[in-house]
C-alpha cells in the first residue's frame, strides 16, 4: 500500500510558475511509475504527464508539452512537477498516481493503482 501526498499548489498569474510535490509513504516508489493528472472544473480528470520509475523516460501530454516537466527523486520517495508559463487553462486539481503496470506511460487512469487526494492550483489571468 502506498500514500500519496500532493502539496505545492497555489494561486498563480497567467506566465507565472508552480511547482508541485507528491510524497509517498507506506512503500518506496522506486518500482512505481509515477503519472500526474489533473481535473479542470466542470471537465473529466485528464493525464498530464508521468515518468518511469527510473526516471528514464518522460510522457506529457500535448497541452504541458514544453511548458511542464516531470521529475522524481526516489531518495526521498517524491516525485515533482514543474509548471512553467501556465496558462489560465491549467487551472484545476492535480493529482499524483503510482502505477506498477507495464501500460503506465499510455497515461490511462486504470494503470495507476494509488492516487493522492489532490492538490488546487488556480492560475489567473
Known amino acids: 500500500q502506498v500514500q500519496l501526498v500532493e502539496s505545492g499548489g497555489g494561486l498563480a498569474q497567467d506566465g507565472g510558475s508552480l511547482r508541485l510535490s507528491c510524497a509517498a509513504s507506506?512503500?518506496?516508489?522506486?518500482?512505481?511509475?509515477m503519472g500526474w493528472f489533473r481535473r479542470a472544473p466542470d471537465k473529466e480528470r485528464e493525464f498530464v504527464a508521468t515518468?518511469?520509475?527510473?526516471?528514464?523516460?518522460?510522457y506529457y501530454a500535448d497541452s504541458v508539452k514544453g511548458r511542464f516537466t516531470v521529475s522524481r527523486d526516489n531518495a526521498k520517495n517524491t516525485v515533482f512537477l514543474q509548471m512553467n508559463n501556465l496558462k489560465v487553462e491549467d487551472t484545476a486539481v492535480y493529482y499524483c498516481?503510482?502505477?506498477?503496470?507495464?501500460?503506465?506511460?499510455?497515461?490511462?487512469?486504470?494503470?495507476?493503482?494509488?492516487w493522492g487526494q489532490g492538490t488546487q492550483v488556480i492560475v489567473s489571468s
Open positions: 498516481a503510482a502505477s506498477t503496470w507495464n501500460s503506465w506511460w499510455e497515461g490511462r487512469e486504470d494503470s495507476y493503482d494509488y
Open positions: 507506506g512503500r518506496t516508489l522506486g518500482t512505481y511509475a
Open positions: 515518468i518511469s520509475w527510473s526516471d528514464s523516460s518522460a
